[in-house]
């Protein structure tokens, strides 16, 4: 809605501009005329010609930038809702996760995300035991794993 206002006021300024300069062309029309002795072959009359199609031209030119402005689509913003760390906290049930489930959970709420080697070493679990209780949490949807070269990252879900 903005574009549209100022593309009326472009327009509004560009119309008085050209009442201007008709104004002024014929006033120092009627002064070469005065001042002129050479009469209707007088150089004086291409340099006002000169000038005054450089200004009909620029004054086309902010016009087109008015219109342009008036039919120019706004851009839409596009708002998307996430989840906050507060709100994936509130979904996560603890029912049915065994202690080491429930500390390794706890980690994520803290960290957010966390490599699953830092996760073996604070838990004190092997990687086969890491493996299959990561298994089992993403089966339930708690969690997910993203690959990262050669290491895993574990968020929440």
């Known amino acids: 809605m903005r574009n549209k206002n100022v593309g009326f006021l472009i327009l509004g ?14 006033l120092i029309k009627q002064n070469i005329g005065l001042t002129c002795s050479h009469g209707p072959t007088c150089e004086m009359y291409n340099g006002l010609n000169i000038q005054t199609w450089i200004s009909y031209i620029i004054i086309g030119v902010i016009i087109l930038i008015g219109l342009f402005l008036i039919f120019a689509r706004e851009h839409e913003k596009i708002i998307l809702k996430t989840k906050t760390v507060k709100e994936k906290r509130k979904a996560i049930s603890y029912e049915g996760l065994d202690k080491q489930e429930k500390e390794l959970v706890k980690i994520l709420e803290k960290e957010n995300a966390v490599f699953q080697s830092t996760l073996m070493e604070q838990l004190s679990i092997g990687k086969v035991g890491m493996t299959r209780m990561l298994d089992k949490l993403e089966a339930k949807q708690i969690i997910e794993r993203k690959r990262r070269g050669m290491n895993n990252i574990v968020v929440l879900k």
């Open 13 to 26: 300024i560009a119309v008085i501009m050209i009442i201007m300069v008709i104004l002024f062309n014929n």
